[in-house]
């Protein structure tokens, strides 16, 4: 089946201590999107590719960076990680960023930050 | 500003229906989505209207007015399974997703 997939489901990492988590996905999408959601929160939209194009939310830290090496992958680094960060990263894709077309979203990294 | 206003907590009895409600502010409009997320899961697409009026999804109904800027997403027969949050998202003019914080629905036996 076609999906989204995110590694690790669970990511312990300690204040200060870069942490990288990946996604992928067979969908074959141009656009894939990083969000940040917190406990009863609405998702926070980090950063989107659209192709090889990233897009900064213009509120996205410094300490979160992005990378698209190919359509099928995406990384979230962030490189110092502070308490605040501790958060499910949920990373979606869409074959366009236009009219009806809908997220499809992987199962989630919920960070902790000790 | 954009902003999407849904309540947060809603309680309803197995076998009943219930309607999420959803006032949006957006810069333009592409359409709003409704998505279901069980606790500690990812979101699933339910629903898209872009035009007024009702769309029927099996037991999930969604309905749009944008001259109110308002949606509702209505569950019929609710089961056991629906308790989830139920997030609505409206398309802005540059087609990014506004999200509302999601209105948590606990089914009752």
């Known amino acids: ?7 690790p489901r669970y990511q312990v990492t300690q204040f200060g201590k870069p942490v990288t988590l990946s996604c992928s996905q067979t969908l074959n999408h141009n656009v894939m999107y990083w969000y940040q959601q917190k406990s009863s929160q609405a998702p926070k939209l980090l950063f989107h590719y659209y192709d090889k194009d990233f897009n900064n939310e213009a509120d996205t830290p410094d300490n979160f960076q992005s990378r698209r090496p190919n359509t ?4 979230l680094d962030i ?6 960060d501790a958060a499910m990263y949920l990373c979606a894709t869409s074959s366009s960023a236009s ?13 902790t930050v000790t | 500003g954009q902003n999407i206003d849904q309540p947060t907590e809603m309680t309803a009895t197995e076998g009943a229906i219930v309607q999420i409600n959803c006032t949006y502010q957006t810069s333009g409009f592409n359409g709003l989505f409704w998505y279901q997320q069980h606790a500690g899961e990812a979101p699933t697409f339910l629903s898209y ?13 969604s309905f749009l007015s944008r001259s109110k800027g308002y ?9 056991m399974k629906d308790s989830a949050s139920y997030l ?14 999601g209105t948590k629905l606990i089914i009752k036996p």
């Not at chain 2, 209207?49 to 109904?61: I, T, Y």
């Not at chain 2, 949606?71 to 089961?79: D, N, T």
Request: one cysteine or more; charged letters at 20%.
């Open chain 1, 1 to 7: 089946d076609a999906m989204v997939i995110q590694n």
């Open chain 1, 72 to 75: 099928s992958f995406c990384f």
């Open chain 1, 79 to 84: 490189r110092s990680p502070g308490l605040g």
């Open chain 1, 99 to 111: 009219g009806s077309s809908e997220q499809y979203f992987g199962p989630g990294t919920r960070l």
């Open chain 2, 49 to 61: 209207n872009v035009l007024d009026g009702l769309e029927e999804k099996g037991r999930f109904s």
């Open chain 2, 71 to 79: 949606s509702y997403l209505l569950l019929k027969e609710l089961q």
């Open chain 2, 88 to 101: 609505c998202a409206g398309k802005d003019s540059n087609y990014q997703l506004i999200w509302g914080a």
